[in-house]
Nanobody, 129 residues
Framework: HAQLVESGGGSVQAGESLRLSCAVS????????LAWFRQASGKEREGVAA???????NYANSVKGRFTISLENDKNTLYLQMDNLTAEDTAMYYC???????????????????????WGQGTQVTVSS
């Protein structure tokens, strides 16, 4: 089974940047889809950014133009570059990988968290205004 381990969270001031990393192991799907989700205290989980094996990416409207998702295949690492952070970005961030025998495009993935079979433990991002 796949294992996902996030890192890179922390506390920053509004306007600053962070890069989250997700080390992926044991995940060998040819047709894959990966994503970052977040959950703020007292709020529902929200899809932030997704990437699929076709090379497509998709972002929540709230982060478009500020966040960038990328995959470094030779390092088996998924990244989320977050720029111009605001207090509204404060949340626990989770990386996720698609379940076995399922493929969902990046354009659909953010709205279908149940299609992700593997999740990391989360990394906290706190942005002070």
């Amino acid at each position: 089974h796949a294992q996902l381990v996030e890192s890179g969270g922390g506390s920053v001031q509004a306007g600053e940047s962070l890069r989250l990393s997700c080390a992926v192991s044991g995940y060998s799907k040819t047709n894959y889809f990966l994503a970052w989700f977040r959950q703020a205290s007292g709020k529902e989980r929200e899809g932030v950014a997704a990437l699929d094996s076709d090379g497509d990416t998709n972002y929540a409207n709230s982060v478009k133009g500020r966040f960038t998702i990328s995959l470094e295949n030779d390092k088996n690492t998924l990244y989320l570059q977050m720029d111009n952070l605001t207090a509204e970005d404060t949340a626990m961030y989770y990386c996720a990988a698609g379940a076995d025998r399922i493929w969902v495009s990046a354009f659909q993935a953010l709205g279908r968290p149940n299609e992700f079979g593997y999740w990391g433990q989360g990394t906290q991002v706190t942005v002070s205004s």
